[in-house]
C-alpha cells in the first residue's frame, strides 16, 4: 500500500489536445465527466505522476503544466510504471482499476508532440478504468493497492489425506505457482486443502472456492480409475470450458509417452475464476504447469475483460 497525493485534475473536451486544472472532477461509470476520454472502454481515466512530468520539462527545457500531457490525474508519491493491470487506486469515494501501462504515441495528432517532438504520456502514464465512482478534488490524498492473487491447491488423495505419503504434487503447484508469480512480481496468496477421494468434498470446496480466488488448481482424479472423479464432478460446474489448453498439452507430452493420452483434465471458468484440473503425479504437475504459466496472465486479463494485446 503506497500513499499518493493529487496534484491536479484536468480535463478537456477534444482528444489530442492539452487538459485544463480544475478545482475537482466527478467520476462517473464512464470515467470523467465533460472529459473526451470519458465512455465505455477500458481507457477511462488516465494518470501521469509529477516525476515523470518534471524529467521531461528538464529535457524540454521549459516549465510543463499539469494536464499538458492530456492526464485527468496528476500525482506525486510513486512511480506509475511500476503499476500493472488489475491493480487498484482508492481516492476517497472513488475506486480506479488500472487497465493499461503507456500506449501508442498519436505523433502529429498530440499537441505536446507537435511542440516538442516527444510524449512522456506513451511511456510513463498509466490508464484506469472506473470500479466506483465520486469527486476527486486537487489536493486529497490516496492509496495505490497492488492486485493480490489468491490461489487455491486442492489434492485429492486418499493415503496423502491419511497421512501415509506427503502431497509432493500439490506441493509442486505451490512452487511453480509462487515462482510465475515471483517473475512478474506479482503479489500472490497461495492456500493448500488436502482432501481425501470424495467427490462430495471436491464439489463444495469448489463451490465455495468459485469467486472468491483468482484460481483453482486440483491435483489427483483425472485418470480412468474407480476413483478418477475429479472432471465429471468439476465439469458441470464450470460456466464456459477451455478445452485447448488441455488437449494441447495431452498431445504435446502423449506424443512421447502415449499414457499422457489417458488423462482427462480439464480447464474452464467459474464466475472470474480459472480452474484447472490436473493429474496426480508430480511429473504430470510440471508439464502441465509450464503450459499453463505461459497462457496465465493472458487467461487472467481476458476473464477480466482486459485487450492488452
Known sequence: MITITIDSVNISEKKGTVKLAVPHIT?????????????????????LSTESIAKFAQQANRVIKPGEFAENLTITGMNLINTAPLDTFEIDDVVLEVTQIGKKCHGDNCAIFREVGNCVMPKEGIFCRVIQGGIIASGVQGTYLPKVFKVHIITLSDRASK???PDRSGQRIQEMTELYFDSKRR???IEKTLIPDDPKM???????????????????????GPKDFTPDVVKPLLEKEIPGIMDMIRMKYGQEKPNALISRSIAGVIGNTLV??????????????????????????????????
Not at 467520476?27 to 472529459?35: K, S, T
Open 27 to 47: 467520476i462517473n461509470e464512464n470515467g470523467v465527466e465533460h472529459d473526451a476520454h470519458a465512455g465505455d472502454w477500458h481507457r477511462q481515466v488516465s494518470m
Open 202 to 224: 471436491l464439489e463444495e470446496l469448489i463451490n465455495a472456492s468459485a469467486n472468491n480466488y483468482d484460481i483453482v488448481i486440483t491435483t489427483g482424479g483425472t485418470g480412468i
Open 163 to 165: 497421512g501415509i505419503y
Open 187 to 189: 503479489k500472490h496468496q
Open 276 to 309: 484447472f484440473c490436473l493429474p496426480g503425479s508430480v511429473k504430470a504437475v510440471e508439464e502441465y504447469m509450464t503450459e499453463i504459466n505461459k497462457v496465465l496472465e493472458h487467461l487472467i486479463y481476458m476473464l477480466h475483460n482486459l485487450d492488452t494485446h
